[in-house]
């Protein structure tokens, strides 16, 4: 059998997946783990395999020490690369700015043209470069491919991806709305397809990824036309810990009157904001608990949360036109069934009603929730980014040979 190798490298983090391509969905895959706390005293490394799980702690000083401690520990488990004939290591890439629209194998060109995306994505695409010339280093036999997080919603209608910013500053700083979670977004919208038993050019959708991050995407017939995140995955939703589209006039207001730099800002719309920082929480669970205890700020960031997610949805409403499926996909949307109902409360006229019996079933895999009458099709759909990875990286090396 052939697998993927499948790597998402953050600032302080590699998270791994060995999967299948042709696995399903719902399929766990044959090996998950992730390397947290790089570059601090108390590193950690956690690997799933064969139902089991496996840590060891220690100091670990960079990523190449990171993904050299990963790889060790498979190879000893029976799992490594040269255990199994893996045909494709698939990098996630945050950003692939107006140069990438399709996953690339990797090259040094390549690792160029993403090195020169880093003033789009300053926080993100530097680790993935890290992971990405490790994984080259420590696996040099295998093709690498880059498969990015915009890369879905590279061709965007114009009128949805151009800001009414000065055209030629915007030209000038490559200033626009990219999107992203595209991976997600493309993954779960084909899924719903092959449930309407159509395919993807005969479907309009909406498709809600809900997770720590969150971004809706309209999609008219396979077709991206709008997604709610813009040059940066700042905007939009409200998130976790980001707060979602604001006033762009708060930032001159904090600079100009509360004495913060550039860079506080951007931690405090990025990190401090969002559920947390309304509420002190970003994990929904934690949020529920809260508002069953009567907590007011709790209440309050769920309410807002919920109202920003209706004014997208309602305008995706139009965007797309006659609608014939809304999803929920990733931590939020898979498995909190009152932000699903709350979202879609009233909305009976416009065609959709879901079911409060399917909307309260545990989250195993794809389904249905709204009621025989309604109009649109309202589904949960877990999203499996890293299987989609694996696809798109076994497919394209497939291509090239
Ligand atoms: P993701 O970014 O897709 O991994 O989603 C992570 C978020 O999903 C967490 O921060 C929680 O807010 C949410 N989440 C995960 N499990 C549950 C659950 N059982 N009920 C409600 N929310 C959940």
């Known amino acids: 059998m052939s697998y993927a190798f499948v790597i998402n490298s953050g600032s302080s983090s590699i998270k791994f997946q060995i999967v299948d391509p042709a696995a399903d969905a719902s399929e766990a895959p044959l090996v998950s783990g992730v390397v947290e706390q790089i570059g601090e005293p108390n590193g950690r490394l956690t690997v799933h395999y064969q139902g089991e799980k496996h840590s060891e702690q220690r100091p670990i000083a960079d990523h190449t020490a990171g993904l050299h401690t990963a790889i060790k520990r498979l190879e000893a488990l029976g799992c490594g690369p040269s255990d199994l004939h893996l045909v494709a290591v698939g990098h996630r890439v945050v950003h692939g700015g107006l140069v990438f629209s399709q996953p ?68 000038d700083h490559q200033v626009r709305r990219y999107g992203f979670h595209g991976t997600s977004h493309e993954f779960v919208s084909a899924q719903a397809a092959a449930m309407l038993d159509l395919p993807d050019a005969a479907v309009n959708q909406i498709t ?23 040059m940066t995955p700042l ?70 949360y919920i109202h920003q997610l209706r004014r997208f949805l309602g305008s995706y409403m139009i965007s797309v036109g006659r609608v014939d499926a809304i999803t929920f996909t990733a931590g939020v949307g898979e498995n ?42 309202v589904f949960v759909i877990p999203t499996n980014e890293e299987l989609a990875i694996a696809q798109k990286s076994v497919a394209l090396v497939a291509d090239h040979r």
């Open 104 to 171: 690339e194998v990797i090259n040094d060109q390549v690792v160029d043209m993403i090195r020169d995306q880093i003033p789009l994505a300053p926080l993100h695409n530097p680790a993935n470069i890290d992971g990405i010339e490790v994984a080259r280093e420590l696996l040099p036999d295998i093709p690498h491919v880059a498969v990015f997080d915009t890369g879905f919603f590279a061709h965007l209608p114009p009128a949805a991806a151009i800001y009414a910013i000065n055209k030629d500053v915007a030209g």
């Open 208 to 230: 809600l990824h809900l997770g720590n991050g969150a971004s809706a995407a309209a999609i008219r017939g396979g077709e991206p036309v709008d997604t709610s995140m813009g």
């Open 235 to 304: 905007a939009g939703l409200v998130m976790g810990t980001r707060t979602g589209d604001i006033d762009p006039g708060v930032i001159f207001h904090l600079y100009r009157h509360a004495g913060m730099s550039i860079d506080e800002i951007d931690q405090l719309l990025n990190k401090k904001s969002g559920v947390k920082g309304l509420a002190g929480v970003n994990d929904f669970r934690e949020l529920r608990a809260m508002i069953q205890e009567e907590d007011q700020d709790a209440w309050l960031a769920y309410n807002i």
């Open 336 to 377: 909190d069934r009152f932000v699903r109902a709350d979202a879609l409360a009233n909305l009976e006229m416009y065609g959709v009603k879901i079911d409060p019996e399917r909307n309260a079933l545990p989250n195993d895999g794809p389904r249905e929730i709204s009621a025989d009458d309604s109009q649109i099709k």
